[in-house]
């Protein structure tokens, strides 16, 4: 059997850069450093699909376990905001994933 070996070069256009896979999720956690999430950010962050109203009633459900990525506070409006830590949010969704029932109606 023949073996071949070929050197190819391939132009890079100016407005990209190549990073490895590890560097791109850090520099995408350090973008979100700071910066905290709504229900709607999480939502789309996340790819989740969900209504709104389903996540935040996921998220007050599960108030106590989530506590150290996410602050449900009540406004003076008596709505609740939900402050979000997107690394925290992030780990808990992929530890939980297959935990959570994705069918699972809102209470009436």
């Not at 059997?1 to 190819?8: I, N, T, Y």
């Not at 609740?80 to 809102?106: H, V």
Request: net charge neutral; with cysteine; glycine share 4%.
């Amino acid at each position: 059997m023949q073996a071949l070996k070929a050197e190819v070069t391939i132009q890079v256009p100016e407005n990209m850069v190549l990073v490895e896979k590890t560097e791109y999720k850090q520099l995408k956690e350090q973008k979100e450093f700071g910066k905290p999430w709504g229900v709607k950010e999480l939502n789309k962050e996340l790819e989740l699909h969900k209504s709104l109203e389903w996540l935040r009633w996921l998220l007050r459900r599960n108030q106590d376990d989530i506590k150290d990525w996410c602050n449900i506070s009540e406004m003076a409006s008596g709505k609740l905001r939900y402050t979000i830590r997107p690394s925290g949010a992030r780990k808990w969704f992929e530890e939980n994933m297959l935990r959570i029932d994705w069918d699972e109606p809102l209470p009436k």
